[in-house]
């Protein structure tokens, strides 16, 4: 009957895909995560520039330690001498050579600059907070990339599989078709629709197997991968339990990403502010060298000479008026302080109003993934049905193909919606800060 044999290319299709995805290395989810983490050329950047700014964050570049510098200067002199003293005694000669040597070392340390450097140090720390959470950040948009082309290949994985099961309907179609008008019980006319039919069918499964690779090659670029690297996705999309809306903004509160780069551009603002008052105080240093010389002639009053000794010293510098410049820099550190703040208040805002909609996305597309499973179980019901009542002539090849239709899309259906849910469960944990953990 055909309606048995529709249920046992069911099977086989199903048991097709399964050899073919042992045929590959099967690649879970995890395993891609943990391949992009290590091998992902974007966050391996990010990690490069959050190291830099770690490395930034010291107390020499804050301006807490002194600058000690060291010169060293040999010099030689070849001259042609004629000297006449008082006396009258002459003094000549040709080709003397003279040497200097000279040796010192110089510190310089501003013990006092308005506490500039408490505020510098406090801002390095800033800088190298925020590079983690710039690395965070990367993490995130790379992994949301990361599931978006994963779940679409188990979408294409599923989808190829519902095309495969029509194509061998059509064919069982076409069959079918052709016995009838081999007994005289059918007409050409049924034949060519049932081939237009097939094709159509073969045509949507070329699509779906191109768009496949493709977004397998976007996977295996993710993870560092060359593209044309084979493997097998999961058979499932598989969706977490419902998460509650108030535990979900209660974490995002606290760990969302992008909110914790805004508290920190706030406080960098207060910062600045901080930083501009410096002006406003004196600057004091302390200053020491010590000094050591020779000096060699073979002419003149000293044949040879050698100076050592140390200088030390306290130095203060205070601008008394450098053209209001100080109390402009005051005021524009000020209101660029005030831009941070109201930024911080948009941030929030924004990741409030974020949250509540993909939550709410997040819902409609639960609602739909279950409406569409009993709408799927139903649409193979009465593909099964449509196949029985052509066998018995109940019905034409076109309500079939209606039948048919209407399973492959109730399929498709469910693919999506499975696929929209994950996805809005994936940005929930995102927003709520917690994807990375």
Do not use: H
Request: glycine fraction near 6%.
């Amino acid at each position: 009957m055909m309606t048995r044999s529709i249920k046992q290319m069911s099977c086989f299709t199903a048991i097709l895909c399964a050899l073919n995805a042992g045929a590959q290395d099967m690649l879970t989810v995890d395993e891609a995560v943990a391949a992009v983490l290590l091998n992902n050329f974007d966050i391996r950047l990010a990690r490069t520039a959050a190291e830099i700014e770690a490395e930034n964050n010291t107390l020499g570049n804050a301006g807490y330690l002194p600058v000690v510098d060291g010169t060293f200067i040999q010099e030689y002199d070849l001259n042609n001498v004629r000297q006449q003293f008082v006396s009258g005694d002459v003094q000549e000669g040709t080709g003397l050579q003279n040497e200097r040597m000279n040796f010192a070392v110089l510190a310089d340390w501003t013990v006092f600059g308005g506490f500039a450097a408490v505020t510098e140090k406090q801002r390095l720390e800033i800088f190298e907070k925020q590079g983690e959470i710039a690395v965070r950040m990367q993490i995130e948009a790379v992994l949301m990339e990361l599931f978006a082309a994963y779940y679409e290949a188990v979408s294409l994985r599923k989808e190829i599989s519902a095309v495969e099961s029509a194509i061998r309907i059509s064919s069982e179609r076409l069959r079918f078709a052709e016995e009838e008008r081999a007994l005289g019980a059918g007409s050409g006319l049924q034949v060519l629709q049932a081939k237009v039919d097939m094709n159509a069918d073969s045509a949507a499964l070329v699509r779906r197997e191109f768009e496949l690779r493709r977004i397998k090659s976007v996977i295996n670029e993710l993870m560092g991968r060359e593209p044309d690297m084979p493997f097998a996705t999961a058979d499932e999309i598989v969706l977490k339990p419902l998460m509650p809306f108030d535990a979900l903004s209660q974490k995002a509160s606290a760990g969302n990403a992008e909110l914790f780069n805004a508290r920190w551009e706030a406080k960098a603002g207060e910062l600045e502010t901080k930083a501009a008052r410096a002006s406003y105080y004196p600057e004091l240093g302390l200053q020491g060298m010590y000094n050591f010389q020779t000096s060699e002639s073979e002419a003149g009053f000293l044949v040879n000479s050698r100076l050592s000794g140390l200088t030390y010293g306290l130095t203060a510098r205070w601008n008394l008026f450098g053209g209001f410049n100080t109390r402009r820099e005051a005021k524009t550190a000020k209101l660029r302080n005030e831009m941070a703040q109201v930024n911080l208040e948009q941030t929030e805002l924004r990741m409030r109003g974020e949250l509540y909609r993909v939550y709410e996305s997040y819902i409609m597309a639960r609602r739909l993934y279950s409406i569409e499973q009993k709408n799927t179980e139903v649409a193979r019901q009465n593909l099964d049905i449509a196949a029985e009542q052509m066998r018995l002539g109940s019905i034409n090849a076109l309500e079939l193909r209606e039948a048919q239709r209407n399973s492959v899309d109730a399929e498709f259906r469910l693919i999506e919606a499975a696929f929209e849910a994950k996805m809005a469960e994936a940005d929930l944990l995102r927003l709520s800060g917690g994807l990375t953990e």
